[in-house]
């Protein structure tokens, strides 16, 4: 059996069992969406005229016709839509500036403060589970599980893996100073080398309580020595980050924009392949093959082309992303023609963090809108490992939103920063209700 097929059954086996519905403590908690459109089971429809009940922060029933439950609080969703809460699988809470240096120089206590504002931001737009592949830790989930922020529920991969003169390596090419010691890494990433320190790292994260491992495979734009083709990793050391994380039922994923990094990552048993900008059908076919999935990050690259002045962009990764703007939307549209499977994921650092919402009208460009949704609902909830999540049915956590209008029509209503956004509800709890 391939390394990838017991990782992959090692994630579906780590699923939680199906949830019981119930009181909490002795106050039993009951709201109520009647008169809704509810997007179905595969996000490419509705069942009409329906209710919701709510219980305990579970959706307790989908059913047709008015609900009729004593002490429930009613939410009249007529002339609007209920979707499942959104789910970005590709963010940097902390990632607090698109210039190395300056992110270098940032305290983390600067950097918390961001993470404390994109995080409001995200769930103000709507999504209430996001992925943060690298730099996000157990204190930041931890501090949205506890009420101190308000934000969605994280899952986090900690610190990525990166090669010295990798991805994740920020210092700056005149820099000559070796790394050494617990100094072998920034806020963002692990500078590692070797199969042995490969494994350390991501021990070091999982202990953590990592829900993935992140790797770097190929060159990026914001890192200031590794152009965009450089392959980075070993076979052997790419081995030992999927053997790790699969020890503990988790997986890999791994930064890759080129295609050759894209089949590398299919070959090597590595889960999520994170913006493959450069796709070409054959690595599609290859990661779809081997049970994988893409998550491509359009915004980011439209954001450091657009606003990169404004960012402070050194003029290395400016140039980068001029380099590669031109070819993201065709990869897009190789992988999406591929039938591969995609999450949805924007990677947006420093003061874009603004843009998470546009990531929609970019992928309108060549996506109906019912595979959007998709993307940003159930698949990422199978990236993420689970099924309670991403879906409007019994037994599902209570995420929902209610949309004033029709997404599946205009999908732009979810790119309004949660302006058309009537209701915001996270686990049972709600975040956004407007009066009436």
């Known amino acids: 059996m391939s390394t990838f097929l017991l990782l992959r059954d090692a994630v579906v086996s780590s699923r939680l069992p199906p949830f019981s519905l119930g009181r909490s403590g002795d106050k039993l908690t009951i709201t109520i969406f009647e008169n809704a459109r509810v997007l179905n089971e595969t996000a490419d429809g509705y069942r009409e005229d329906c209710h919701v009940v709510v219980e305990d922060g579970r959706i307790a029933a989908v059913d047709s016709g008015p609900a009729h439950v004593a002490n429930a609080e009613v939410i009249d969703v007529r002339g609007g839509t209920l979707l499942p809460g959104l789910i970005d699988v590709h963010i940097h809470a902390k990632l607090s500036s698109a210039n190395a240096t300056q992110l270098l120089n940032h305290p983390t206590t600067y950097s918390s403060a961001h993470a404390a504002r994109m995080l409001r931001h995200a769930l103000d737009c709507g999504f209430t589970s996001l992925r943060d592949v690298g730099g996000g830790d157990h204190g930041l989930a931890q501090a949205l599980e506890d009420g101190l922020i308000p934000g969605p529920r994280l899952f986090y991969a900690g610190r990525t893996l990166s090669m010295t003169g990798g991805h994740g390596d920020l210092r700056p090419g005149h820099e000559d100073v070796e790394p050494c010691g617990c100094s072998r890494m920034n806020m963002i990433a692990h500078v590692v080398d070797g199969a042995d320190e490969v494994r350390r790292a991501a021990r070091e994260e999982l202990r953590m309580g990592a829900h993935c491992i992140k790797i770097m495979l190929s060159g990026g734009v914001l890192s200031p020595t590794d152009p965009i083709w450089m392959q980075q990793f070993t076979d052997e050391e790419v081995r030992a980050a999927v053997e790790e994380a699969a020890r503990w039922r988790r997986y890999v994923a791994a930064h890759a924009h080129t295609a050759e990094a894209v089949l590398r990552a299919a070959q090597l048993g590595v889960r999520t392949v994170e913006h493959a900008t450069l796709i070409t059908t054959e690595a599609a076919d290859a990661l779809r093959d081997a049970d994988g999935f893409a998550v491509p990050t359009l915004a980011v690259v439209m954001a450091l082309t657009e606003r990169g002045d404004a960012l402070g962009l ?68 199978e990236i993420l490992g689970r099924p309670d999540l991403g879906r409007i049915a019994p037994g599902a956590t209570a995420d929902l939103l209610v949309v004033d209008g029709d997404p599946l029509e205009d999908i732009a209503l979810l790119a309004e920063d949660g302006r058309r956004l009537r209701a915001i509800m996270k686990a049972g709890n709600f975040h956004k209700r407007e009066a009436g």
Request: hydrophobic share 50%; no cysteine; net charge negative.
């Open 314 to 381: 050194p003029a290395a990764a400016a140039a980068k992303a001029k380099e590669i703007v031109h070819l993201a939307m065709q990869g897009f549209e190789t992988a999406w023609r591929a039938d591969l499977p995609l999450g949805f994921g924007t990677d947006l650092p420093g003061d874009v963090f603004d843009m998470q919402a546009r990531e929609f009208l970019y992928r309108r460009e060549i996506q109906p809108a019912a595979a959007i949704l998709r993307s940003a609902t159930l698949t990422g909830a």
